[in-house]
């Protein structure tokens, strides 16, 4: 399907609203998330008093795969009550894991309607692109180009924007089409590598990029790896002629290497000496955890000073794996994990869009070795419901249309 084969109508259905309540959501998380929760909020109200959208969330409730996330919220619930019983769990931090259920949501509203996928990815790469406009103006005018909540967003969410681009490119066959979503990832590209320091941003790129080559089925198996060993290689070149990107990839290093001899707090110094310190007290919690959002409290249980004046503690270890790990033990880890199989397994049966979007999924899974990016408010959210959309299947039993 071509970028010209939009609706020229919009649809008024409570389900047309829904989906475009979803993809407000998407482009909202750039900058508010005041507005994203409030767009949420009223697809759930939709939702519940629509019998025909409760419907189509019996038909997620009965996919395969709901089996498996079905497995991996049993987890979450008694790693609750797991923390709840210690004294270890902070409700507000518990209550941050909400973001879970959107994946379920976006699989409702989004299972069989491959054309309303389309259409929030289109409008996806619009929004981008005007905030990639907006960043490269400010960076001509000497003003600081991160224009969205964070360099780090930025950075992720335009990477997205390129996949989006790179499944229309494949799937169009207007020479000016496909021009125009050429400039669009040039446009985007530049705007990650040489207007913001965000590492994520960077990663996120090298991820989905090469993966979304690779993973596409225009040319033959060689053809495909050659091409995207290529296009990792002129990412990884991006640094050496970005003095941006190479500024903050050469800080990063340098952090990390003098991680326990530093004076100062530095951001990836900080993080080597948070991973070391964490798995030191993993063995503890490895069977059956310290409970959902209970980190904070096993951290400070082996950590904190007894004699500590202003001790702020560490909610967060900058490394998902790690922080899930100590939470819900080693087994809640590995049922994640399965999740993440059993998605990337049923996408990579699937064709165009839901295939290449699983290079998103590749892209988090990759950040969050250094972040916590499935229950960080933004990228938390978004990677939840974009499962839920682009990778939750692309049919729907009739009897729940």
């Known amino acids: 399907m071509m970028l010209s084969s939009s609706p020229k109508y919009l649809n008024w259905t409570r389900l047309g609203v829904s989906q475009t309540l979803i993809g407000l959501v998407f482009v909202t998380l750039y900058f508010s ?75 409702a509203l989004f299972m069989g309607e491959e054309a309303a996928k389309r259409r929030l990815a289109i409008g996806f790469v619009v929004v981008s692109i005007a905030f990639a406009l907006w960043s490269n103006i400010n960076f ?32 169009a066959n207007s020479f000016k089409v496909k021009a125009t979503l050429a400039s669009a990832v040039v446009l985007l590209t530049f705007s990650v590598f040489y207007l913001t320091t965000g590492r994520s941003g960077y990663l996120a790129w090298l991820v989905i990029v ?3 080559i690779f993973l596409a089925h225009r040319y033959s198996i060689t053809a495909r790896i050659v091409i995207s060993l290529c296009v990792f290689i002129l990412g990884v070149s991006f640094f ?11 800080v990063g290093i340098s952090e990390i290497k003098y991680a326990n001899s530093q004076q100062h707090a530095t951001r990836m110094g900080d993080r080597v000496i948070m991973w070391q310190k964490t798995l030191q007290i993993a063995p503890k919690y490895a069977l059956v955890g310290a409970g959902l959002a209970g ?46 199989g059993r998605i990337t397994k049923d996408s990579l049966k699937e064709v165009g869009l839901q295939r290449l979007s699983l290079c998103v999924l590749f892209a988090w899974c990759a950040t969050s070795f250094f972040s916590a990016h499935f229950t960080t408010f933004h990228e938390g959210h978004f990677i939840w419901l974009f499962i839920g959309v682009f990778l939750c299947g692309s049919k729907i039993g009739i009897g729940f249309r």
């Open 240 to 250: 050496l002629t970005s003095s941006t990107a190479k500024n903050s990839i050469s």
């Open 33 to 107: 998330p005041a507005l994203a929760n409030l767009f949420e909020l009223t697809v759930v109200i939709i939702v519940a008093t629509s019998k025909a959208l409760r419907g189509r969330v019996r038909a997620f409730i009965l996919s395969p795969l709901a089996k498996w996330y079905g497995l991996f919220l049993l987890v979450l619930i008694l790693g609750a009550v797991n923390g709840i019983l210690r004294g270890n769990s902070d409700l507000g931090e518990m209550w941050g894991w909400r973001k879970v259920l959107l994946l379920p949501l976006g699989a």
């Open 210 to 212: 090469p993966a979304a």
């Open 295 to 340: 980190f904070s409290r096993a951290f400070d249980e082996r950590w904190k000073p007894s004699d500590a004046v202003g001790w702020q503690g560490l909610s967060d270890p900058h490394n998902q794996y790690l922080k899930i790990a100590i939470e819900l033990g080693i087994p809640g880890l590995l049922v994640l994990l399965l999740l993440i």
């Open 140 to 171: 001509l005018l000497g003003m600081d180009p991160v224009v969205t909540r964070n360099y780090a967003i930025q950075g992720m969410f335009f990477s997205v924007a390129v996949l989006f681009c790179i499944e229309f490119y494949l799937s």
